[in-house]
């Protein structure tokens, strides 16, 4: 049993688990958006001198930094304590495709060394990508409304078609990203 | 107390995301590949089962358990250009940095520095987004 606990969790785990964690946040009389926080924290460091945008009660906002800061202890936990292995079971397709970009080790670690190995400070194209793509993340989500919590999992929840809208456009981008750019990346 | 009950909220939230993988730049990479049913298990699963708590919620006017207030979910917009902009540009660096903003905090967590850039660079996208925002067809 515990051995089974500490192998990767399958979809059918995770995905009603990530929906207790909305149940629990609507229960508890808030709401589930991960995204919200970037905007806080921007206004907490002062961005509303400058932009209207974000001028607004941040500290109300508190009790979702508690969330984000939860969620990187959970990050913490898990990885240090609750696995046996972090080497992730990709399919035999991806993997292949992978090793094409030079990623040799898909299916046996989390994360590619490549953009997130120790190494990746002496390599200014990794940099470039992860600033990219974390700029697009950003700036998409505040323009969105919400990202993979807010509309994919708590917008869809409750039939909101706007929600569904952003989803399709994650997706066209996301497509878009993993089809037609990216092979010209690596 | 509360700061507390939503602390371990996150917990739970970072345990499940780094446990199922969600938070693996492969897995994104391999859900829009179409070569694994997984990705697209954890979202299903957690929509329906999402969908069903909701309902239940709704159905028995469940109240606020901390303060006794009514449940009330916030309406999204009754516009489409910001949804479908928005979510191209996000889906754009979904797929390329491979982490959407929870999972960004679950990766730091874990130890993989880098995730720092993307997490900086994040704040500087919702920056601008505010910054240019009048300008921006909603």
Redesign the interface.
């Known amino acids: 049993m515990l051995n089974y606990f500490l192998q990767?969790?399958?979809?059918?785990?995770?995905?009603?688990?990530?929906?207790?964690?909305?149940?629990?946040?609507?229960?508890?009389?808030?709401?589930f958006g991960?995204?919200s926080?970037?905007?806080t924290?921007?206004s907490a460091?002062g961005?509303g001198g400058?932009?209207p945008?974000?001028r607004f009660e941040w500290k109300r906002q508190?009790?979702?930094l508690?969330?984000?800061?939860?969620?990187?202890?959970?990050?913490?936990?898990?990885?240090q304590f609750?696995?046996s292995t972090t080497a992730?079971a990709?399919?035999t397709?991806?993997i292949e495709?992978?090793y094409v970009f030079g990623f040799t080790d898909?299916?046996q670690s989390?994360?590619?060394e490549y953009?997130?190995?120790a190494d990746?400070?002496s390599q200014p194209k990794?940099?470039l990508?992860?600033?990219?793509?974390?700029?697009?993340?950003?700036?998409?989500?505040?323009?969105?409304?919400g990202?993979?919590?807010g509309?994919?999992?708590?917008?869809?929840?409750?039939?909101?078609w706007?929600?569904l809208?952003?989803?399709?456009?994650?997706?066209?981008?996301?497509?878009?990203?993993?089809?037609f750019?990216?092979p010209f990346l690596f | 107390m509360r700061t507390f009950i939503y602390f371990s909220i996150g917990i739970l939230f970072g345990v499940v995301l780094f446990k199922s993988e969600v938070a693996s730049w492969f897995r994104i990479y391999e859900m829009f590949q179409f070569d694994s049913f997984h990705m697209y298990g954890v979202i299903g699963s957690a929509v329906f089962c999402g969908a069903l708590s909701l309902f239940l919620l709704k159905k028995f006017q469940v109240k606020s358990i901390l303060d006794g207030e009514e449940i009330r979910i916030a309406p999204k917009q009754n516009v489409w250009k910001r949804y479908l902009f928005g979510g191209v540009l996000f889906g754009l660096g979904w797929a390329l940095a491979g982490a959407c903003p929870g999972p960004m905090f679950t990766l730091l967590g874990a130890g993989f520095w880098p995730v720092l850039l993307i997490l900086f660079s994040a704040l500087l996208g919702t920056y601008c987004y505010g910054f240019f925002r009048d300008k921006l067809p909603h």
Do not use: E
Request: proline share 4%; hydrophobic share 55%.
């Open positions: 990767p969790w399958p979809w059918y785990i995770g995905g009603p688990l990530i929906a207790l964690v909305l149940f629990l946040l609507v229960w508890t009389g808030k709401s991960m995204s926080n970037l905007r924290l921007c460091m961005a400058k932009v945008f974000f508190s009790w979702n508690a969330v984000a800061a939860g969620t990187i202890v959970g990050g913490f936990i898990a990885s609750l696995s992730v990709l399919s397709d991806t495709k992978l898909a299916g989390f994360m590619p953009l997130f190995g990746m400070l990794s940099w990508l992860l600033g990219m793509g974390g700029f697009l993340v950003g700036f998409g989500a505040r323009y969105a409304g990202c993979t919590s509309h994919a999992i708590s917008g869809l929840s409750n039939f909101q706007p929600s809208i952003a989803v399709i456009g994650f997706f066209i981008g996301g497509l878009f990203m993993n089809h750019i990216l």
